[in-house]
């Protein structure tokens, strides 16, 4: 299978070229896909164009990830309502640092390999070229007319924040770097997401006008869930790469809740699963999605893959703690932080921690907090055996809570009946 046919079953490509697949056919071809420093660390939708260079290099293709530390400065508007935040130069380096240390943890650039992975900024060959040079040996090359009849440049200029002429070069900027990468590096393809393609033919537009080649292009769908909604986000906010910034448990977390619809579509976007499997795998999916399989499948995949082994060990470990009475062992052996992260969403209460070196009657305590509405309650559950601290049945009225049962020197979790959690956070 060629890299467009697996692309296509995959789901990962929307436009393409003419002549590109027979390009890609010929010969051992480079290709290179953008990444703007936006923040310092990428998020799952940037996994799409990553696994796009990983998909190109298997298949005996030469990638180039290309960091914007120039277009960073003007910030793509292509389909964004209004215009981005200007960064200054210190953080754009510092953004482009932390995005060059993540790409590189998954493309090959062993250098005694023919397709090498190579990195590039397009700030290196930005910083030497005047406003005057480029206007004048550049922009001459691409009228005005032909970057207005551009879809994501209407629909700013329509709209109601109009668009400034630091976004409107923009597609010349990043156009330039495609006739760039060809005329230095030999590269004929760009790849990238459906909304860049506008950007992306202007390129191959310059390196037909301005060099006298011909150059290729592809691009791949926006990801977006089934219901519409935009992938990547939850109430948490954004699911990055960096687990800093998103935990490995967070993580698995966000791909273990996909709807049945979307990981059918994420099983074939976001793993490297062969086709049979997949189809395997989504057949046996339907005759039990209640246990689901697939979502399952998809996370461990894809949690591995940019945690690694022991990240998706934990958090698969971590995953039961709520629903399985063993665990007690497990949540005592849990970081701070690793506690946060599961008990992320469990209502929390603070009490006093001068109240528990003193000795705090269960009863009264979780009366107190609002666990229960009433100490008549707490007692009637109690005695009932429906209530459980740090995952161990409390066993009588009588007992007494003190700093020992502090997780951390600072938590105790409670469990009311067999799915409500409360946590109690000592200040």
């Excluded at 066993?395 to 020992?404: K, Y």
Aim: glycine share 8%.
């Amino acid at each position: 299978m060629n890299l467009i046919e697996e692309l296509r079953w995959r789901g990962m490509l929307q436009d393409m070229m003419p002549g590109t697949e027979e390009q890609l056919q010929k010969e051992m071809t480079t290709a290179y896909i953008g990444f703007d420093p936006t923040a310092a660390s990428l998020h799952i939708g940037s996994l799409v164009p990553i696994l796009l260079l990983v998909h190109l290099q298997k298949a005996g293709h030469k990638p180039l990830a290309l960091v914007g530390g120039a277009t960073g400065m003007v910030g793509d508007p292509s389909f964004k309502a209004e215009e981005r935040k200007m960064l200054d130069l210190d953080t754009l380096q510092k953004y482009v640092a932390g995005i060059k240390a993540q790409l590189e943890r998954f493309l090959d650039f062993d250098p005694a390999k023919p397709n090498a992975a190579e990195m590039v900024n397009n700030f290196d060959w930005f910083q030497h070229i005047s406003f005057l040079d480029f206007i004048r040996d550049t922009g001459k090359h691409i009228t005005v007319n032909y970057m207005m009849a551009k879809d994501s440049v209407k629909k700013r200029i329509e709209g109601d924040s109009g668009m400034s002429f630091t976004e409107f070069t923009y597609q010349l900027i990043q156009g330039y770097d495609f006739y760039h990468l060809y005329t230095a590096k030999n590269c004929k393809l760009q790849m990238g997401g459906s909304d860049q393609w506008g950007n992306i033919v202007t390129g191959t537009e310059l390196v037909r006008r301005k060099a006298g080649g011909e150059a290729f292009a592809f691009t791949c769908p926006l990801i977006k869930k089934a219901d519409g909604t935009k992938f990547g986000k939850t109430e948490q906010g954004t699911i990055w790469l960096d687990g800093k910034r998103t935990s490995p448990y967070m993580f698995y977390q966000f791909w273990l809740n996909t709807t049945d619809v979307d990981a059918e579509s994420y099983i074939k976007i976001f793993t490297f699963i062969t086709q049979p499997e997949v189809e395997e795998l989504i057949a046996q999916h339907r005759l039990a999605p209640e246990q689901r399989q697939l979502q399952k499948r998809l996370a461990k995949e894809v949690t591995t893959y940019i945690h690694g082994e022991e990240n998706y060990a934990f958090a698969v470990k971590a995953s039961t703690l709520l629903f399985s009475n063993d665990t007690a062992e497990l949540l005592v052996s849990l970081t701070e932080e690793q506690l946060l992260d599961v008990m992320a969403g469990v209502p929390q209460f603070d009490i006093a921690k001068a109240d528990l070196e003193a000795g705090k009657d269960v009863v009264s305590l979780l009366a107190e907090t609002g666990i229960f509405p009433s100490k008549g309650e707490a007692r009637k559950t109690v005695q009932g055996g429906g209530v459980s601290m740090n995952k161990n049945k409390i066993e009588g009225i009588d007992t007494v809570i003190n700093t020992a049962a502090l997780l951390r020197d600072k938590y105790i979790l409670f469990q009311k009946g067999k799915k409500n959690y409360y946590l109690v956070k000592a200040v």
